[in-house]
């Protein structure tokens, strides 16, 4: 059963990490040199509309499979050495989880709606400027993303 949790947490963390690399080293710059605006946004709107869903599940995923490896490592360490406690890399990586998370609540909550109301009105300027909000977030999870793999690896 923990192998199965720790593929599925993988996998999830794939799923995430790996779209946001596709959508900022390959997409975007793809869309921005050959699409006006209008255009763009659509097509960014689009690509969104599919891929924050599968954030959304990946997220969740990663949640509870996170919270399932935390606390078995806890115990088995406690029960091999009579002290409870994880490793600081799981620490570095739970906390920096949770943030992105926080991140993309916003993201999905907020800024994405705000990007899909100014595409129904038509206001390029405004669902440019959301669009570039939504850029901003998935920039900061992305290297927030590596922190956490490399926390884990570095100080583990």
Known sequence: MFDLV????????????GGMAFMLMALRPAAIALLQPPERLMLMG???????PV????????????ANLYTTLFRAVK???????VPLGWNLM??????????????????????KRAMVALDWPLAGKAAA???????????????AIAALRLVS
């Open 79 to 85: 029960e091999a050495t009579g002290q409870g406690y």
């Open 6 to 17: 720790k593929l599925i947490h993988l996998v999830a963390a794939i799923l995430w990490m």
């Open 133 to 147: 909000q939504v850029h901003t977030m998935m920039v900061t999870n992305f290297i927030l993303g590596w922190l």
């Open 55 to 66: 954030v959304l599940v990946s997220a969740i995923a990663l949640f509870a499979t996170g």
């Open 94 to 115: 739970l906390g920096l989880g949770l943030l992105m998370m926080l991140i993309f609540a916003y993201l999905y909550g907020v800024t994405y709606p705000n990007f």
């Open 46 to 52: 689009a690509v969104w509309k599919r891929f924050f």
